[in-house]
């Protein structure tokens, strides 16, 4: 009797004993939002050949596709270039920022997010950490196409300040809604067949190349109001050129939401990736 009492005390040593002075704290989890966000941009300097891609991706379409349809087509006295211009700038944060999922995806395979995982701070700190180095990604690419903004007569220093805002809450959209996709998937192949049938959808949709106003087809004019990408072009839209389908608080009101909805939507699906 005493050997078996002496070995439930032994067992009852070994039990490691977890108390609330172990949790992390808020600024536990702040540096942990930090390390990963830090993670992203290092991760971001180091790919030169992704930045430049995705800066002239935009810029063949404006200069390229814009000259040749510019040539036949203005819009309400606007050149076609200058018209499509915030919409390009919208498809550059949408086409990075969605597509930042993937690294989900690639650290998976090489076992990097498992690491992360394990780290002693929350699953939600994590996802913000990512979403805030994807955003400062895209955000510095937007940067430097909107300093080409003065080649298409747009000299307004306001609503450039101002469509930078626009651009942030649709990035943070874009980037929680591609890590929410990337949740799902441990293929890079079905990633990207996935975010092909999200992405190219809510582009075309969205305004960027045409006007939405009452002209489009009925059943088109619905679907497009229905796109909260036609609300960042919108708001762009009237920032930067002076005119807009939608009030612009309507606009900027519009794709918060979406944003919110994005970001809590992004965070659960990460708090339950296995």
């Known amino acids: 009797m005493a ?106 395979k090489l076992d990097v997010l498992k690491a992360v995982l394990v780290a002693p701070v929350s699953r939600t700190s994590i996802f913000f950490g990512k979403a805030l180095g994807g955003c400062t990604d895209v955000m510095l690419q937007a940067c430097i196409l909107l300093l080409v903004a003065p080649l298409f007569g747009i000299l307004n220093p306001g609503g450039i300040l101002l469509s930078l805002l626009f651009l942030f809450i649709t990035c943070l959209a874009m980037v929680s809604m591609g890590l929410a996709i990337g949740t799902f998937f441990e293929s890079l192949e079905g990633f990207q067949i996935i975010s092909t049938f999200v992405v190219f959808p809510l ?53 918060s939401l979406f944003a919110l909805l994005m970001i809590l939507v992004g965070g659960f699906l990460f708090n339950r990736m296995k």
């Open 3 to 108: 050997k078996k009492h002496t070995k439930g005390k032994a067992k009852a040593a070994r039990t490691p004993i977890v108390s609330d002075d172990d949790a992390p704290t808020f600024r536990d989890e702040l540096m942990g939002v930090y390390a990963v966000w830090y993670r992203e941009f290092k991760v971001f300097q180091r790919e030169k050949s992704r930045v430049v891609s995705s800066i002239v991706s935009p810029l063949m379409w404006l200069f390229l596709f814009g000259s040749g349809v510019g040539s036949a087509v203005s819009i309400s006295g606007i050149g076609y270039q200058k018209f499509i211009y915030p919409g390009i700038l919208t498809m550059a944060v949408l086409f990075s920022s969605v597509f930042f999922g993937l690294y989900i995806v690639w650290d998976r």
């Open 203 to 255: 582009f075309f949709l969205s305004g960027a190349l045409y006007p939405v106003g009452d002209n489009l087809p009925a059943w088109l004019r619905y679907v497009v109001r229905l796109n909260p990408l036609t609300y960042t072009v919108d708001g762009m839209r009237g920032l930067l050129l002076g005119t807009s389908t939608f009030p612009i608080a309507l606009d900027l009101g519009a794709i």
